[in-house]
């Protein structure tokens, strides 16, 4: 059973950034390919970015590409997304978990996610 465990949420204005933290337990987990996602009020959850088991290759959505970057330390079992130029559309709730090859979802237990909340 893997565990998921995002922070570093917040409220910040148009403009801003934030860094996002996502600490996994209970499986290797430098053994996946890891990403974000995110949820806002009355939309779907949607992908937002990737990074490979070893770090070396990231992938974006483009609503986030250039503004947002996916990082990874495998020694702490922790994935990291710093976010940059924040906007309003970008306030939703993010949570991270293990990818599979078309970026979907690999496990089916989420964290609480962290909330992300950008003021215009």
């Known amino acids: 059973q893997v565990q998921l465990v995002e922070s570093g949420g917040g409220l910040v204005q148009a403009g801003g950034s934030l860094r996002l933290s996502c600490a996994a337990s209970?499986?290797?987990?430098?053994?996946?390919?890891m990403g974000w996602f995110r949820q806002a009020p009355g939309k779907e959850r949607e992908f937002v970015a990737r990074?490979?088991?070893?770090?070396?290759?990231?992938y974006y959505a483009d609503s986030v590409k250039g503004r947002f970057t996916i990082s990874r330390d495998n020694a702490r079992n922790t994935v990291y997304l710093q976010m940059n130029s924040l906007k309003p559309e970008d306030t939703a709730v993010y949570y991270c978990?293990?990818?599979?090859?078309?970026?979907?979802?690999?496990?089916?237990?989420w964290g609480q996610g962290t909330q992300v909340t950008v003021s215009s």
């Open positions: 978990n293990a990818l599979r090859a078309d970026n979907g979802p690999l496990f089916d237990s």
């Open positions: 209970g499986r290797t987990f430098s053994s996946y390919a």
């Open positions: 990074i490979s088991w070893s770090g070396g290759t990231a």
